[in-house]
């Protein structure tokens, strides 16, 4: 029973690693085709330059995903790569993290932490953003349209803007794990340590400029033992 299981485990192994090695070139050519969109290629809200050309690195495939992701997310779209990419690490390893043989119940959470996400990051790229020329629709998207128009009636544009960016740190945390409070942490810590760092830096500047001042001050001591006498000699021959 203990081969067999083992058999078990090795090839579930093997397919996640094909799966992972399948799902990153979908990822990459995604990403790709989202960083050279180009409003003059053809695509779903568009029909392109009049002489057909392909500015895209993904093709005609590529410029017809790119234009619509950009039509539903907005500049939101830019992290889709990454979202489907925490998506396919969910299904294959987050299924069953403690090796029970029973689905968890944290993949859930953070699917519902990504679904957040995309939301009320369209959402507040729509009221903050506004238009967008070199997209196929406004900075949030058909769904940040949707979702910013619908919280702005509800609770104006004060409240839908604190209320969607709660949502995106409550969703960004669900997603990704990270407590707000700690990532705050995190970054105190990084502002203090440069903060202690520039004065290290500081005192070491006043300590050369405080020995720079010093040897300058010598030299002119120096300077004056030197021409000291020769001045008075000058002085005297002069008054004679």
């Given at each position: ?120 990051a ?35 544009g ?60 010598q ?11 020769r ?10």
């Amino acid at each position: 029973m203990k081969t067999a299981s083992s058999a078990d485990q090795q090839r579930q192994k093997l397919w996640k690693e094909l799966a992972l090695v399948a799902v990153a070139p979908i990822l990459l050519y995604l990403l790709a085709s989202m960083i050279f969109y180009s409003t003059d290629d053809p695509g779903w809200s568009r029909t392109g330059s009049l002489d057909g050309s392909i500015h895209n690195i993904g093709g005609v495939v590529g410029a017809y995903v790119a234009d619509i992701s950009f039509w539903l997310f907005g500049y939101v779209a830019y992290s889709i790569p990454v979202v489907l990419a925490g998506i396919a690490w969910i299904a294959l390893y987050g299924m069953d993290s403690d090796g029970d043989g029973h689905v968890d119940f944290g993949p859930a959470l953070r699917l519902l932490g990504i679904v957040g996400f995309l939301i009320s990051a369209t959402g507040l790229c729509h009221l903050i953003g506004g238009p967008a020329p070199d997209l196929p629709a406004q900075s949030g998207g058909f769904i940040g349209a949707l979702v910013g128009k619908s919280m702005s009636m509800m609770f104006g544009g004060l409240g839908s803007n604190l209320f969607l960016l709660t949502v995106f740190l409550l969703s960004v945390t669900l997603a990704t794990g990270l407590s707000g409070f700690l990532v705050m942490d995190w970054i105190g810590a990084g502002v203090l340590a440069l903060i202690g760092k520039f004065g290290v830096q500081w005192q070491k500047y006043n300590e050369q400029l405080e020995k720079v001042q010093k040897k300058f001050e010598q030299l002119d001591r120096q300077f004056e033992e030197l021409m000291g006498p020769r001045r008075r000699h000058r002085t005297a021959s002069h008054s004679s």
